[in-house]
């Protein structure tokens, strides 16, 4: 069983910048998908930043329009960890943020922009992310 377990939420001021990491253990394939998603009070969830991993290198990594040039999506393979690396944030990306992650790697490619019939199948627990303005 595949358990991924998110921190580094917090609060921040408009233009500041958070790390979120996603802790993952258990068996996660030798591909996969991983996916960062956020869900904001009254509003549905949706994908921001997406990737998928293959032998423990990672690609084609893809991101929301509205996070694109201040979202960075990584890895650290020896620790088993994914991050987001969030800049400039602004009020509008308060939300709880999720990772997750799919044994298929091409289950990722409708997680952004909707379409795809495989949703992440392990999903973290959620960390709070509050931006002031």
């Known amino acids: 069983q595949v358990q991924l377990v998110e921190s580094g939420g917090g609060s921040v001021q408009a233009g500041g910048s958070l790390r979120l990491s996603c802790a993952s253990s258990?068996?996660?394939?030798?591909?996969?998908?991983v996916g960062w998603f956020r869900q904001a009070p009254g509003k549905e969830r949706e994908g921001v930043a997406t990737?998928?991993?293959?032998?423990?290198?990672?690609?084609?990594?893809d991101y929301a329009d509205s996070v694109k040039g201040r979202f960075t999506i990584s890895r650290d393979y020896n620790k088993n960890t994914f991050y987001l690396q969030m800049n400039s944030l602004k009020p509008e990306d308060t939300a709880m943020y999720y990772c997750a992650a799919h044994p298929s790697p091409r289950a990722r490619l409708g997680w952004i922009r909707g379409g795809t019939p495989d949703p992440p199948k392990f999903w973290g627990q959620g960390t709070q992310v509050t931006v002031s303005s």
């Open positions: 258990g068996s996660l394939y030798n591909t996969y998908s």
């Open positions: 990737f998928y991993v293959s032998y423990g290198a990672t690609f084609n990594s």
